[in-house]
């Protein structure tokens, strides 16, 4: 069975430091492994999409990673803003995605 | 180009009632997926719906519901309602097989 785990549950920086957020995953046949970031009481916000081992991307302090077996979001200098909970998503064979349980992140000023 | 929305954003209900809830998608997007979201859960996915036919369904009861109308705005329908049933209903949608765009959620609470 399709199976995504986020480590860790909850993370607290300060600003400025930088760290990364991992998502560990086992399915058969990846087509996309994507990340969002959820704000409380709103819906996920769109981060990345990657498709291959090996595949980076950016967006401003955020880079994600892909391996086989897990993908990486790393924040450089994070700002209290950057506050929120990152969630990781992984599509199969089916159009439907399967969350992990999310990374709850709080950067303190 | 305007994001997924929709509607109601907060509702009420007792138990045994039925609801519906709509989603709009991004314009020229075809598919819609609805996911449920609870603290003990997280998000889950209820089903698909791809130019107006079910296209996959997740693991939910029979009371849970929906459709897709040829403009791809999309309904879901809960019926006979249950404590449980409380929880953010959240819709995405994508063009077809990729990056899926959430909407805000319909926060349902259920007495």
């Known amino acids: 069975e399709d199976q995504v785990t986020q480590s860790p549950e909850a993370l607290r920086l300060q600003e400025g430091e930088s760290s990364s957020l991992n998502c560990s995953y086992t399915v058969s046949g990846l087509r996309g492994l994507f990340w969002y970031r959820q704000d409380p009481g709103k819906g996920p916000e769109f981060l990345f999409t990657l498709y291959s081992a090996g595949e980076e991307k950016e967006k401003e302090r955020l880079k994600a990673t892909l391996t086989k077996k897990e993908s990486f979001l790393h924040i450089t200098a994070p700002k209290p803003e950057d506050s929120a909970t990152y969630l990781c998503a992984v599509q199969a064979g089916s159009n439907d995605m399967r969350f992990g349980a999310g990374t709850r992140l709080t950067v303190k000023p | 180009k305007a994001g997924v929305t929709q509607t109601p954003r907060y509702l009420i209900k007792t138990r045994g009632q039925q609801v519906t809830l709509s989603c709009s998608p991004i314009?020229?997007?075809?598919?819609v997926s609805w996911y449920q979201q609870t603290p003990g859960q997280g998000l889950q996915f209820l089903f698909e719906?791809?130019?107006?036919?079910?296209?996959n369904k997740g693991n939910f009861p029979g009371r849970f519901s929906g459709r897709q109308f040829s403009n791809s705005r999309s309904e879901m329908n809960v019926s006979t309602l249950e404590l449980g049933d409380s929880a953010l209903y959240l819709c995405?949608?994508?063009?077809?097989?990729?990056?899926?765009?959430f909407g805000p959620g319909t926060r349902l609470t259920v007495l």
């Open positions: 719906y791809f130019s107006e036919t079910q296209r």
């Open positions: 314009s020229g997007h075809r598919s």
């Open positions: 995405a949608s994508s063009t077809s097989t990729d990056t899926q765009y």
